[in-house]
Every structure is written in C-alpha cells, then in structure tokens.
C-alpha cells in the first residue's frame, strides 16, 4: 500500500493526543519493525554468545574505512530528510522536492556502496551457509540483517520519491513528507544498531 | 427508541437456569470425584518423584476447591438471579469492586506462588541443584527411532564419538577406535540397566532432532537438543522393569520410540554389564 | 426510525448518502460485497472463511478422534497422522479462532462500538482480507503435495521442520505452510495497526476511552499485543526459510546424521527457534482469549441487565495481563533443557497471571450478583464461558508450575488445556456475538430453540472431551502419538479415549446445528428492531442491519456504555447515546 492512495477518511476525524491518525499508523508500524530488527539481532546474540567456536575478527573481514563513509553518507542523508520535513512545514515546495531528492539519492549511493561491500564479502568467500573466517551463522546472519535493512532503504528510496513526485501536490503534503522522514530515520537509526552489532564489537 | 419486541420475552421459566445450575454444579462435582476415583499416576518408582507428586497433589487440592466453590457461586447467581426483582442492580461502589479485586489477587497469589516457591522446591533441589554422591553414569543418544545406551564400562569414561563415523548397523554412536577410553564402553539399543538406590546421572544428546527421555514412573521427562549436552539426574527407588517413551514430536516414528529399563541391585547390573560384548 | 432497517449490509444501500463524512454506498455486486471496504462486509468475509475453514479443521480433528481410539483400524498412515494433527492446530488457530473472532468481530464490531464510520483505513483493511484468502488457499493446497502437509507440528520445531530427510512433510508441505503463515502474519498486522489507529483517533465525540464497551478494550489490547508478537515470528519464519532453502544454519547446529549422512549444517541452535516462536505463541493465546472475555462482558451486562461488575479494574487487570504475557514464553520449554533458575524465574512469572486472570473471572462472576438475568442463547453461551475458563485456567496452573510441568509436559494434560482455552472459550466467545450481533448483520435474530441445542451440544460435550483429557495426562498419555497401544502405561488410555471420541463426535455434530442455524436465519430469521436486547452501547444507536456509513447522525456518547438499571430512571437501561 502507498499512502498517497489513502482515501478520504470516512470516519469521525480526530486525533489521539495531538497525533493524527496517519503518522500514529507510521510509529505502530515501525514499532512492529524494529521488533523484527530485534529478533533478527536477537538470534543473532543469541549464536554469537553460544557458539563454542571464537568469531571472526571484524578487522580481517571487512574494510572498516568504508563502512564508517557508508555510515556518514546514511547520517548526511538523515539531515537532509530533516530539511525536507522543515521545508515541508514552511510550505516551501520547491525546496522540499529538492531535499527529498537529495536524501534519495544519497539513499542509492548508500545501496552502492553496500552492493560493492556484498561484492566483495562474496569474493572473498562469504556465502549464506559458509565462510572462510569461521562460524557459519557470522555470514548467514550478515547477509540476514544487513540484507534485510537494504531492502528498507530500497523501500526508503522508492517512497521518498513517490512523495518528492506526488503527494507534494497534496493539501496534506507536509504531513505525508513528516511521515515518510520517520520511516527513514527509523532505517537509519536501525543502521546505528546493525553497524555496532557487525562492525564495531 | 423504537418498540422492543420479541426477543427479552425469550426469558423463558425456571426450567432453563435450574438446567443451566445443574449442569454447572454436575460438572464440578463429575470432575472432583473423578480425580478422586480415577484420578491416577502411574506407580511412583524415583526419589525426587514423591516431591513432584506433593506438588501436584498439592494443586489438586487447591485447585479441586477454587473449581467448586466458583462453580458453586456460578450456579447459585445462575439460579437466584434468574429473572428474579424488578430490575437489576446499579453500579458497585468502587470500594467493593476494588476489595473484590484484592481478594482473588491474594488468594491466587498466595496459592500460586506458593506451590511454585514452597511446595516445589524440594523437587526443584533435588533435580537441579543436589550433586549426587558417586552416581550411576550412562548417556542416552536419541536418535531417529531408537534410545542408544551408552555406557562407559570400567574405566568410568566415555569414549569419544564423532559424525563422521556413524554407521547404523555396527557403530551407531559413531564412537571414535582410536580413543583409548572407547576400548572399554558399552553400547546397546534401547536397554538400559539401573543401579536401585543410587542416584543416576544421565547424559543426553541427540544425533538428528529434538526427542524427550520421559519414564512416567520416575516423573522425568528431558529434551535431547542435538548440538547440546543435556542432563537429568534421579534415583530409582524399587527394582522392577519400566518403559522409556518420547516425548517431543520427532518424526514418523515418534510413538513407537520405546526404550526399556530394568532396575536392579547393584551386583545384578555389574553382571550383565560385564556379560555384554564392549564396543571394539 | 423503524423503517430504517433493510438498508445494511446485504440490502440495499440507505438512503442516508449525502452525509457529510460518509460517502455514498457503492454499487454493483463486486464492489459492495466482494472488493468492499465496508468494516462490516469484511467482517462478514472473515467470519464465512472462518467457517469454511472450520469444516476442514474440525474434519481433521474428527480424524485425530478415530485414529486414537481406533488404532488398530489405522484410517491414516504415521505420516498422514501427523500432518493431520498439525494442519488441525494451525488451522483452528490461525485460521478459524484468529479470523473469526479477532479478524470477523474486530472488524464487525469496532467502528460500530466506537461509534465511528468505518476503519481509520478502510482500503488496508480490504487488503488485510486479500492478503489472507491466499493464506488459507496455500495452507489447504499443502495436503496435495508430493510428501504432504506440514508435519513437524503447529509449533514447527526444527530441525524436524527444517530438513526434508527428518520427515516427509517436510518437503514442500512445509515451505507451503511457511509462506501461508507469512500472509497470515502480514494480515495480522495490519488489521492490528488499523485497529490501534481506529479505536485511537476515530471515536465518537465523548466517546473517552473509559466509556469503550470491555470488548472494544479487548480487541485494543488483543491488537497491541498481536503487533509486538508477531515480528519475530516473522524473523523467525525467514530464518527457518533459509535454512531450509539457502543452506543457511540458523537452526541447526552441526553434526546432525540421518541415516548415515552428515549433514552440512553447523553453528545454529534450535533453542532460538523456540524462543522466538513461544515469544510469539504465548501472547498469541492471549490476542485470541481477550476478545472472548471482552464479548463475555458486553454479552453478560446486556443480558444479565445490570452493569459489569468492575469495569475500571478489568481493564487494568486486562492490561497487566497483557504486560505478563509478553515476558513468560519459557513456560513451553521448562524441559528443553534451559537454565533452570531462568526455568524458576519463568514459572514464577507465569502462574503470577492467574491473579489478574482471577480478577477477570470474579468479575464475570460478580456481574451476574443481584442481576435480573434473560436466559438468551448469547447469554448461556457467555455463561458457559465462564466456566471454562475456569476450568482451563486452573489447569494452566498445573503446567505454570515448574515442577509439575516435567510430569505434565507434552502429555494430554497439555492438550486438555489449551483446548479449554483456546478452542472451546473462543468458540463460544464466537457464538455469543453471533447470536447477540446478529440483528446487526442481517437485521434478523436467530432461532432460539436451535441456539439453545446448539449450547447444550456444545458446552456438555466439549467439556467432557477435553476434561477428560486432563485424565489422560494424569495417566501419563503423551501428544502427538499415532498409536499408543505398544506401552504398558498408555494402554490403558485408549478405552478412555474412546469415550472421549464419542463426545467429540457429538461436538461436531452440534457444530452442524449452528451452521444450519446461522444460514437459516440470515435468510428466514425472525425480523430484529433496532435495540431487540435492550443493549446500551453505540451499535445498537443504527438500523439492524446496520446501514453503510453506520450511523444516520454523526452520534454523540453521553455516558459508558454500560447504564443498565440507572437509579431513577422508569427504564431498566439508559443507552450511550441518548440525551
Ligand atoms: C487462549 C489460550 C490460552 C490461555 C488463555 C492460556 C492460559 C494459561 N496457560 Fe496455556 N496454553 C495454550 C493456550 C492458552 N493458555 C496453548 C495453545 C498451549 C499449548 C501449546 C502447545 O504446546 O501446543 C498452552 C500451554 C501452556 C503451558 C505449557 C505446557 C507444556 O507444554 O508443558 C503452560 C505452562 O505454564 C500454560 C500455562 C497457562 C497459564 C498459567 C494460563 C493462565 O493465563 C490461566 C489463568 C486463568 C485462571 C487461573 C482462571 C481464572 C478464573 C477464575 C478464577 C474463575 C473461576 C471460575 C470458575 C471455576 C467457574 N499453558
Ligand atoms: C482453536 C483451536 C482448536 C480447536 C477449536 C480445536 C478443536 C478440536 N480439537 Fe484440536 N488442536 C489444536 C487446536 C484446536 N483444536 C491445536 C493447536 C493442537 C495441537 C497440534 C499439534 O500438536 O501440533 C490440537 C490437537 C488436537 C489433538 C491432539 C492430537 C495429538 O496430539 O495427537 C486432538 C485429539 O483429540 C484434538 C481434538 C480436537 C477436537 C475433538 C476438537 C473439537 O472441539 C472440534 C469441534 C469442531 C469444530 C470446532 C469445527 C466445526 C465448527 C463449525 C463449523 C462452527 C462454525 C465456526 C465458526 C463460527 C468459526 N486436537
Ligand atoms: Cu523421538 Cu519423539
Ligand atoms: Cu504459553
């Protein structure tokens, strides 16, 4: 479903507490998300701390340097969302359009850099059921997770420009641009989480 | 407000709630005396099971009285207040209501807690926190549909086993020749041989999926996790001859994944040990 | 104001379009019943599918019945027996006590309780409905498979769920079964967000949220937990995809041999399955359970003519139930082998819900205290709900209990239980509101005479079938054996449960009443007003059946829903919605 196909409300409109119905929807929904995200990294623990095996070392597998540009560009583009979301409310179109764009296009360039991060783990061995570093669950897990969040921010980016191009006309514009910039700080800040969980510890 | 035809006038004579009642205070009394007269387990045979036991009869004496006296007062409203008055009662006042809240949270806290905290902790230390004395120790390997005993014969060691050299027909442990430990252990399909009045530490795994060892008579019941080493430890209290069942869905077979005990003395299970043909 | 009724759900469309707010019926046969968005049309469709399932599920369980008492006749196979009994338990679970009660009613009942128009989101909700009808289609599709249905059981353990070598189900069927779960689990969660939203932002003006009917309450708090359960089992159904299809081992740890093979597989556990499954599974139990109660209540004070005793605290009880369940899941796995101090915190934790639960209970029981009660057939049912909550609930004690549980486990005590619970109070939970909210779907009431059979044939035998289960499970009888025959201690068990047999058997017969009733009366009932019960809450503030759009006024709520007796008043009751 996409919000911009959201029909006239046929119901007694209010809102709970000051918060409207569509945005509520948008915060239950990442509740259910993160939940997800907290099962995944869950079962992750869960085998990192019960394997008998040591796990591999980070600093062997990955490029560290890299990820930490991934991760900035990922922050920039959580800033440029907050514009667009000020914009929005200043009723200032043209540059909300602008900003929208900006943060899907640093959005693609994170998908980039992810694809060529995948590229190389799988050139160097990493597959779902095996890798040469060690426990299995370490890639199996990686590309779980990691590949999970990327299909967020592919989402991500399809939404923002669906609402760069279309709901901008809206008389609700600035509710749906709001709405869509939680989405995308959510997927940012799940990044925060899976770049601790893989990268950093 | 439209007229209200029809349907209040489905309030029919007394003969519904006295049925209603009936029922009610029939299903009480049906269950409490058939716990009463057929209610049983099947013959205790462990030390720690008598502690199981308590727990349990312990909640069917707790129980067996909240499940009359509820349906007691269930079928008494049913029947007192069946049509009866001109109208019913208002709203409580909130002091009633809130006492009557406060009655069933003590009364089941009490009850609850109580069974899990005081009645059942002498199963619980027996079970998990006591460190037998000079146990009897055998593995038990679950597999797709037979119980492997396992023991470690004389030098109380148990020999290595690995994956790789598991073979249905001559070695289905996969123990390992070139561990000197293997020389000695003792393997055989589904019959295992107890030590009666000495506590017992079981081993358990799995080569395939999750089993359960259960033997009703001792009150045991452990999940084999393949990837885990398990344990259960008891004591079998009388000699005589038991069934081990499966407890945990494991395949096709899992109903007829029956292993047998005997319990003996001591001197009768060295016997038969040493009559058994060791692993290599 | 009479006239108003034969404009609703399957008539034609009133003549209230033009309101403002509410836009005009829709026309053509598709688009009004099929495709609608209506809340009260795809309540309908829930409770229908939900019906059609529960033909298959209850067939299974007829199957189950003669093959455990008659083993010897061997009507199935080992293999067929299991996929038997595990397409049975998620059937009747996901998709007969799921849909009709939290999908069907939620969405019956919900905007017409709140006194709203429709969901806050009327077209995801249609797609919520969409989203399912595949999921049973898949799930049904299962048994024509090479290697049949799923058959690792409703809780799919792996790694017997995960590997094709473990058994035959395991092949197809259980990728069927994955991906059916998958669309259930997508339907969920949206109807729970829509509902959240609706009761949250779309009630009626002074509508506060302690003027909402227990059930609106119950289906609130059953969406709340649903939305936070169900995720893991989500991540839980894709990890257990992997392994199964990717190679992957999140599941299965190494060194696992069939036959004589070493399989691949290494550094998973199956641990983690059953932690994310029963983080899931148990509060799923509650989702189904409190919208039962909740229609208990409504049913009891609309029918037992006197206000529900302890509104305030059964809410508050409701959500401290809420809040347990979502932190007792190890009480499915007492003997898994986990820590055993973690085991004693679980057990602790677990039987402290039969406080709150008690509250619930005393709280039904209360209600009826110097009540003026109207035996209708919503009425007994509530009545019989009562008591078989009780008596599940008590039972679960015996399995809370840590110690107990070892001997109790995955035996027919457990299945005695969760059928009280699950099964029969959620039937029933269905039955009242079928029989009380009837006027509101199709304007007609039904019969009383069959309804009544229908109890009797419902509440006598199933109680019977599933207590003496109880005994079975004393015995020491364990689940999911296709034959018990070969063991000295289960032998025994069998003469039982042949008599068990025979109650079920009845128990589906009756069953059949209702269906004849139910269609029957849609067509032919009796002509229902308005208010035929005399109820105080919003949905009787409408026509019977209830018109598209609801409501013909934008309505007001001026007091709880609950006003029956009101002190110095000539009438016995006095509605939500009048000055
Ligand atoms: C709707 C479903 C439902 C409900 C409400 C419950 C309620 C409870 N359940 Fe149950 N349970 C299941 C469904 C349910 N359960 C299912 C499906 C399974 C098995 C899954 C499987 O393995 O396949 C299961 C299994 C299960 C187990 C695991 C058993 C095992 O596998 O070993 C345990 C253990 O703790 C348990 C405990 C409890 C407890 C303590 C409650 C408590 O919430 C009960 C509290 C209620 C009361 C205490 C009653 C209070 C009422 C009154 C006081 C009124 C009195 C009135 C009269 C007597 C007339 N349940
Ligand atoms: C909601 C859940 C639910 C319901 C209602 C039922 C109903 C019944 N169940 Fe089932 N059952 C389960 C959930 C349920 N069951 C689960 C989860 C399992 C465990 C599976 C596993 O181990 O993996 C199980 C397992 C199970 C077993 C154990 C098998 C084994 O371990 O070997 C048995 C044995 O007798 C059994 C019997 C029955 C019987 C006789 C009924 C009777 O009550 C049936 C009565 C008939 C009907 C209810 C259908 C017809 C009804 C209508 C047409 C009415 C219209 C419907 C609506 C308005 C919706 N069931
Ligand atoms: Cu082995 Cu069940
Ligand atoms: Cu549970």
Redesign the interface.
């Given at each position: 479903m996409s919000l911009a196909h959201a029909p006239a409300l046929a119901t007694t409109e209010r809102s709970f507490h000051g918060v409207e119905w569509r945005k509520l929807m948008m915060w239950l929904f990442l509740v259910t998300d993160a939940l997800l995200f907290a099962g995944f990294l869950g079962g992750y623990a869960f085998c990192r701390l019960a394997s008998d095996r040591p796990w591999p070392d980070r600093t062997q597998v990955f490029d560290l340097g890299f990820i930490t540009v991934m991760t900035f560009a990922l922050i920039t583009s959580s800033s440029t969302m907050a514009s667009a979301v000020l914009a929005a409310r200043n009723g200032n179109r043209s540059a909300t359009r602008a900003f929208l764009l900006a943060t899907a296009t640093i959005g693609l360039l994170f998908l980039g850099m992810q694809a060529f991060e995948w590229t190389h783990f799988i050139e160097d061995g990493g597959r779902p059921w095996e890798n040469p570093w060690g426990v299995p669950g370490f890639s199996a897990y990686f590309f779980l997770i990691t590949g999970f969040h990327g299909t967020h921010v592919l989402l991500g980016v399809l939404v923002l420009l669906l609402t760069a191009t279309r709901s901008l006309r809206r008389p609700n514009a600035a509710e749906m641009v709001e709405v869509t910039g939680l989405y995308w700080h959510f997927v940012d800040l799940v990044w925060v989480f899976v770049f601790g969980c893989f990268y950093l510890i | 407000m439209s007229s209200s035809p029809a349907a209040p006038a489905a309030a029919p004579g007394r003969g519904l709630p006295a049925l209603l009642a009936a029922a009610f205070v029939a299903c009480a009394l049906l269950v409490v005396l058939g716990v009463w007269t057929h209610g049983r387990m099947p013959a205790l045979a462990s030390r720690h099971g008598a502690s199981i036991d308590a727990v349990i009869r312990y909640l069917l004496v707790a129980t067996g009285i909240l499940f009359l006296l509820g349906h007691g007062v269930l079928a008494f409203f049913v029947l007192r207040y069946a049509g009866a008055g001109e109208r019913g009662s208002p709203h409580a006042s909130a002091r009633t209501e809130w006492r009557w809240a406060l009655v069933p949270v003590l009364v089941m806290c009490v009850l609850s807690e109580g069974g899990v905290l005081i009645v059942g902790l002498p199963a619980f230390r027996q079970l998990y926190v006591d460190t037998p004395a000079d146990p009897w120790v055998v593995e038990i390997v679950g597999k797709q549909f037979e119980w492997l005993v396992h023991y470690p014969g004389a030098d109380g060691k148990f020999g290595e086993s690995r994956a790789e050299l598991v073979s249905d027909a001559r070695n289905p442990l996969g123990l390992d020749k070139k561990d000197p430990n293997v020389a000695d252990d003792v393997w055989t399909r589904g019959q295992l041989r107890l030590p009666v009045g000495r506590p017992v530490l079981i081993r358990l795994r799995a080569l395939d999926v999750i089993h359960s060892f259960t033997v009703p008579e001792f009150r045991v019941k452990q999940d084999l996790i393949p990837g885990f080493l398990g344990r259960t430890q008891f004591e079998p209290t009388r000699a005589g001859k038991f069934e081990i069942a499966c407890a945990e869905l494991c395949g096709l077979g899992h109903y007829r994944m029956r292993g047998f005990i005997e319990v003996q003395e001591q001197s009768e299970v060295d016997a038969w040990l040493s009559d058994q043909d060791p692993a290599f | 104001?009479?006239e108003r009724s034969g404009s609703g759900v399957l008539s034609a469309p009133a003549a209230h379009a033009g309101h403002a707010?509410?836009?005009p019926a829709p026309r053509g046969f598709l688009r009004r019943y099929v495709f609608s968005?209506d809340h009260k049309v795809i309540g309908l469709q829930y409770l229908v599918t939900a019906m059609l399932m529960a033909l298959v599920g209850g067939g299974l369980a007829a199957l189950i019945r003669v093959q455990v008492a008659w083993p010897t006749l061997a009507v199935v196979s080992?293999?067929t027996y299991?996929s038997v009994v595990t397409m049975h338990g998620t059937i009747m679970v996901f998709f007969v006590v799921s849909l009709a009660l939290v999908s069907g009613f939620g969405n019956f009942l919900i905007?017409l309780q709140i006194?709203?128009?429709?969901?806050?989101?009327?077209?995801?909700n249609a797609?919520s409905y969409w989203t399912i009808v595949p999921g049973c289609l898949l799930m049904l599709l299962a048994f024509f498979v090479e290697g049949g249905a799923a058959?690792?059981?409703w809780t799919a353990?792996p790694?017997?769920s995960a590997?094709a070598e473990?058994?035959?189900g395991s092949g197809l069927g259980q990728t069927l079964w994955l991906l059916a779960m998958a669309l259930f689990i997508a339907s969920f969660?949206m109807g729970g967000?829509?509902y959240?939203?609706?009761i949250?932002?779309?009630?009626?003006?002074g509508m506060t949220l302690m003027r909402m009917p227990l059930s609106v309450w119950m289906f609130f708090v059953s969406a709340v937990l649903g939305?936070?359960a169900?995720?893991?089992l989500?991540?839980?159904a894709?990890?257990l995809l992997?392994d199964r299809h990717?190679?992957?081992?999140?599941f299965?740890?190494?060194?696992?041999?069939?036959?004589?093979e070493?399989l691949?597989?290494?550094?998973?556990?199956?641990?983690?399955f059953q932690?994310?499954f029963w983080?899931l599974g148990h509060p799923e139990v509650y989702v189904i359970v409190l919208p039962a109660v909740g229609i208990a209540f409504d049913v009891i004070a609309a029918h037992?003519?006197?206000?529900p005793?302890?509104y305030?605290?059964s809410v508050w009880?409701t959500l401290l139930i809420a809040f347990l369940s979502m932190i007792v899941w190890g009480h499915h796995m007492y003997?898994?082998?986990m820590n055993?101090l973690v085991g004693?915190y679980f057990?602790?934790a677990t039987?402290?819900i039969?406080?709150?639960f008690?509250?619930l209970?005393?709280?039904l029981?209360?209600s009826?205290?110097?009540?003026?009660?109207?035996?209708?057939?919503a009425m007994?049912f509530a009545?019989g709900i009562?008591?078989v909550i009780?008596?599940g609930g008590?039972?679960g004690?015996?399995l809370?209990?840590?110690?107990?549980d070892?001997?109790f486990?995955?035996?027919y005590f457990v299945v005695g239980h969760f059928h009280l619970m699950i099964g029969v109070v959620t039937l029933m939970g269905t039955f009242a509101a079928c029989y009380h909210w009837f006027p509101k779907m199709f304007g007609r009431?039904m019969d009383?005479r069959l309804g009544?059979l229908h109890f009797w044939l419902t509440?006598?035998p199933m109680?019977a079938v599933f207590?003496l289960m109880h005994?079975q499970g004393?015995?020491?009888m364990?689940r999911?054996?296709?034959?018990?025959s070969?063991?000295?201690?289960?032998a025994e068990g069998i003469e039982l449960a042949r008599v068990i047999s025979y109650f079920a058997f009845a128990a589906i017969a009756g069953q059949l009443v209702f269906l004849v009733n139910f269609s029957w009366s849609a067509l032919r009932g009796?002509k229902?007003?308005?208010?035929?019960?005399?109820a105080t809450s919003m949905e009787w503030n409408t026509a019977s059946p209830a018109p598209h759009?609801n409501f013909a006024d934008?309505p007001v709520a001026r007091r709880g829903p609950y006003e029956?007796?009101?002190?110095g008043s000539r009438q016995?009751f006095a509605?939500q919605w009048?000055a």
């Open positions: - | - | 104001m009479a707010g509410a836009h968005t080992p293999e299991l905007p006194g709203a128009r429709d969901m806050a989101y009327p077209l995801l797609l058959a690792a059981g353990y790694p017997l590997l473990a058994v035959p969660t967000l829509n959240i939203t609706t949250l932002n779309c009630r009626a003006k939305v936070l169900f995720p893991p989500t991540a839980a894709l990890m992997g990717l190679g992957t081992s999140f299965l740890p190494g060194g696992l041999v069939f036959g004589e070493v691949a597989h290494e550094g998973g556990t199956p641990l983690l932690h994310l983080f037992a003519r006197r206000p005793f302890g305030r605290i009880a003997v898994s082998g055993p004693e057990s602790i039987v402290s039969t406080a709150p008690s509250v209970g005393i709280n029981i209360a009826l205290w110097r009540a003026k009660i109207r035996f209708t057939t007994v009545l009562i008591s009780g008596t008590l039972g004690l015996y809370g209990t840590s110690t107990s070892i001997y486990h995955d035996s009431l009383e009544k509440y006598v109680m207590v005994y004393l015995s020491g364990l999911r054996y296709y034959d018990h070969m063991y000295a201690f289960q009796r229902a007003s308005e208010n035929p019960w005399e759009g934008d029956y007796a009101p002190p016995d509605p009048t």
